[in-house]
Each structure stands twice: as C-alpha cells, then as structure tokens.
Nanobody
Framework: QVQLVESGGGLVQAGDSLRLSCVVS????????VGWFRQAPGKEREFVAA????????YYADSVKGRFTISRDNAKNSVYLQMNSLKPDDTAVYYC????????????????WGQGSQVTVSS
C-alpha cells in the first residue's frame, strides 16, 4: 500500500515563497514518478509538476514554469515543490500523486493520491 502525506501549505502574500513536502510510504518509492496537482474552488484539478523516479527530469505546467521547482530525495521518500513569486491565481488545494514510472505520461493517470494541502495567496 502506498500512502502520501502533504505538508507545508498556508496563507502567504503575493510574491512570497512556499515549499510543499510530500512523504511517500512504501519500499518501492524510488521507482515511482511523483507529480503535484492543484484544484482551485469551482475548477477542475490540474497538473502542476512531475518528476521521474530518479529526479533526473522534471515537467511543468506553463503557468508555473520559471516559478516552481520540483525535487525529490529518495533517501527520505520525499518530494518537494518549491513555489516562488506566488500569485493569487496559485490559490488551490495542492495534491501530490504517485505511480510506477513507465517512462511516459507524467501529466496524468496517477494511481495514488495524498489528502491535499491548502495554499492561499492573498493580493
């Protein structure tokens, strides 16, 4: 069983930074691709960023490129999302998700999900 627990959300002002963490349980974590998604009120959940099992490649939504950075520490079973220059439009519940890394489709079809962490950016 794979479980994911996010932390690090909160209320910040526009222009501030925040780092989300996701701890993934399970011995096979190092073989999993991990992604971050978000869902704003009244909107569908959308892809934010993803990293391959090795952390060697990263993928980003256009809306966060240059501002957000995803990274992982396999020794700590953890994935991080560093969010800089936050905007009010970044306000959402952020979810981390994991799936076995097949080398393709890092933007969808994740099997395991965390409970979410609220990020609120005030103007």
């Amino acid at each position: 069983q794979v479980q994911l627990v996010e932390s690090g959300g909160g209320l910040v002002q526009a222009g501030d930074s925040l780092r989300l963490s996701c701890v993934v349980s399970g011995r096979t974590f190092r073989w999993y691709a991990v992604g971050w998604f978000r869902q704003a009120p009244g909107k569908e959940r959308e892809f934010v960023a993803a990293t391959t099992w090795s952390g060697g490649s990263a993928y980003y939504a256009d809306s966060v490129k240059g501002r957000f950075t995803i990274s992982r520490d396999n020794a700590k079973n953890s994935v991080y999302l560093q969010m800089n220059s936050l905007k009010p439009d970044d306000t959402a519940v952020y979810y981390c998700a994991a799936k076995p890394d097949t080398g393709r489709d890092y933007y969808s079809s994740y099997n395991y999900w965390g409970q979410g962490s609220q990020v609120t950016v005030s103007s």
